[in-house]
């Protein structure tokens, strides 16, 4: 009986731990102000003065650092930039992810677990190794202009571009994509499409008319489950992207660690919770619907 | 080809369909005549599904040649031939509601919005589904499906409609409801109708005529009656009904229950035994008797005065010098 008990509370206490307090700290520090310290924000909560102290503590907490996010243009355009790579980026991995898929569905189940394991297996080497790994084919003489090289073709320069941003998403993100549509389309019942050919569908046709509007779900899942991390994307920016690359992520590193603004790259994450929490509702929905 | 009879309407000749080693189907020629609704039936893995699939165009026939209405329908796509099935999962499209399940073949064939919504509604009201058009297939109880898919098929109008285990899904009273309607509504529709079936049953009360399938082979082909009456084999003799098989000098007799006779008197060439077995079905009783080196089975219509017979009863059996069929291998 007990144990029941720990066992309902024991995730909420995990979340109240891992997940609320540092979210609630968070927060508290986007409504603080800098000022030249350690640490370098105020007020400090003082729980020895009691009620006063918590009292003289709340009273000294502003709003001012979120009308500075709205009146100053960087941060407008970090934001819209951010989800312009993200729909970008996802576009693209649907349009790479869903053939990958689909083939993977066709194929018998011994070659099906041999082609899961092959999308699985990158995650065993660590993910920023990988990312170092593009700098050395993107890199002005690296392994791509090399090859161009070999087949007389004008060399790119890719490396700290945008481009390079977007090349390394749809590859760091590539997985989340096919998993989820591969989940999908491997379930699909083979006689729906037997019955489509039966009732006058070329291949194609049978593909557009039942295969694909039955997949929905899994591109709805996997659309997000890339989208919704890659707006907040960090590392793949700064390593492959240029010094005007624009994302959220490098905005929040460069006022935590260079301006030491610390309220300001709290209320910067805290907008960007703010705005994920749509689509990550949508997403939600969307696997309750697929359990259901 | 005789004169007199028409040309069939599908012709199976010496079609044959190898998966590896195993010859799924063996050797088949068959024909279909326009309007008949034909059964093929045998146990599982017999092959029947194979043949159906090849009319239908999923599979493709290692040998032979499939012919619909005279023309060699081989080399055509699933999508080109002018034949429709009903899947015995029913594989009716989740996405699309009643109605556009039904239209689904309809918009493969163009045909324009008025008309189609027109053949929609008639196709509702053939099956009994009227008003249910915008539901969706799981708002449907398994009966419904049932008619749903059988609607869709039919709504092209195809040359000859294909019923995979049409009603292997369903439970038994609405399978025997099931079959009779189906047979209703091939006859008024005029359409030929090709069953797969394990159920010996089914195949009898529904087909014109049928062909009995073993390992990739056709038995026996013929009207119900004639093949419970004159089974070509042993093989078909004992997997239509029940029968008694007594062996006789070129093979044995075949002897359905219902031809053999119980009684507590010996009789003239009558084989002593003790009841094994009564099971009561109301119209019938069915009494098992072991007799000597054999179990005989006796059916015994439950008209006049019951035989008053326990469990351990001796008893002798018989039945008419001429009664059943002789049948070899």
């Not at chain 2, 032979?64 to 999508?79: N, Q, S, V």
């Not at chain 2, 070129?250 to 053999?260: C, D, I, K, L």
């Amino acid at each position: 009986m007990k144990r029941a008990w720990l066992a309902a509370v024991a995730p909420y206490l995990w979340l109240a731990v891992f997940f609320a307090f540092p979210f609630l700290l968070v927060a508290k520090l986007s409504l603080s102000h800098t000022v030249l310290a350690i640490p370098p924000y105020a007020p400090q909560l003082d729980l020895s003065q009691g009620h006063a102290g918590v009292r003289a503590f709340i009273h000294q907490l502003t709003f001012e650092t979120y009308a500075r996010l709205t009146s100053d243009r960087l941060y407008i355009a970090s934001y819209l930039s951010s989800l312009r790579f993200a729909a970008i980026a996802t576009g693209i991995l649907l349009i790479v992810g869903y053939p990958i898929a689909y083939g993977m569905s066709r194929f018998g189940p011994a070659t099906r677990q041999g082609l899961l394991m092959a999308v699985i297996l990158p995650f065993w080497t660590s993910f920023l190794i990988r990312i170092y790994a593009w700098i050395a084919i993107l890199k002005p003489a690296g392994l791509l202009n090399q090859a161009l090289g070999v087949l007389h073709i004008a060399p790119l320069s890719l490396l700290n571009t945008d481009a390079a941003v977007i090349i390394g998403l749809v590859y760091a993100y590539l997985p989340f994509m096919v998993l989820p549509l591969y989940a999908v389309l491997e379930k699909q019942d083979e006689s729906l499409i037997e019955a489509a050919r039966d009732l006058g569908c070329t291949p194609t046709q049978a593909f557009w008319r039942v295969s694909f509007p039955l997949s929905l779900p899994g591109v709805a899942a996997g659309a997000l489950l890339c989208f919704i991390p890659m707006v907040g994307e960090f590392v793949i920016p700064d390593l492959l992207g240029g010094s005007n690359t624009l994302m959220l992520g490098r905005t929040i590193w460069t006022e935590f660690f260079a301006d030491r603004d610390w309220p300001a790259a709290s209320a910067v994450a805290i907008v960007l919770l703010a705005t994920l929490i749509v689509p990550i509702a949508l997403f939600q929905r969307q696997q309750a619907k697929v359990l259901s | 080809m005789t004169t007199g009879s028409p040309a069939p309407l599908v012709r199976f000749e010496g079609v044959a369909r190898r998966f590896g080693d195993t010859a799924a189907v063996d050797g088949v020629t068959l024909d279909i005549a326009e309007g008949e609704f034909f059964a093929l039936l045998g146990p599982s893995g017999c092959g029947k599904t194979t043949l159906m699939r090849m009319l239908a165009g999923f599979e493709a026939p290692d040998e032979g040649r499939i012919l619909l209405a005279g023309k060699d329908i081989g080399g055509l796509p699933p999508h080109r031939r002018p034949v429709h099935m009903m899947f015995q999962s029913y594989a009716l499209f989740p996405h699309l509601s009643v109605a556009r399940n039904i239209a689904f073949g309809l918009r493969q064939q163009r045909m324009g919005k008025a008309e189609t919504q027109a053949r929609v509604e008639e196709m509702l009201a053939l099956v009994r589904m009227e008003g249910l058009g915008e539901r969706k297939p799981d708002q449907l109880s398994g009966g419904q499906r049932q008619r749903v898919a059988l609607a869709r098929a039919i709504a092209p109008k195809p040359a000859i409609l294909l019923l995979d285990e049409p009603m292997a899904a369903l439970d038994r009273k609405l399978r025997e409801e099931t079959q009779l309607e189906l047979m209703a509504l091939q006859r008024r529709l005029g359409m030929t109708f090709m069953i797969v079936t394990h159920d010996q049953d089914e195949a009898m009360v529904v087909a014109d005529r049928m062909a009995v399938m073993r390992s990739g082979r056709i038995e026996q082909v013929g009207a119900p009656r004639q093949v419970y009456d004159h089974p070509a084999s042993r093989y078909v003799a004992q997997f239509i009904g029940e029968t008694n098989l007594f062996p006789e000098d070129q093979g044995w007799r075949s002897v359905r229950p219902e031809a053999m006779r119980i009684s507590t008197d010996p009789a003239d060439h009558a084989r002593a035994g003790v009841v094994a077995e009564i099971a009561y079905f109301g119209d019938r009783t069915r009494y098992v008797v072991q007799t000597d080196g054999q179990k005989v089975v006796v059916s015994r219509a439950n008209v006049g005065p019951p035989l008053p017979l326990a469990l351990g009863d001796p008893v002798w059996t018989s039945h008419a010098a001429d009664a059943g069929q002789l049948v070899t291998a």
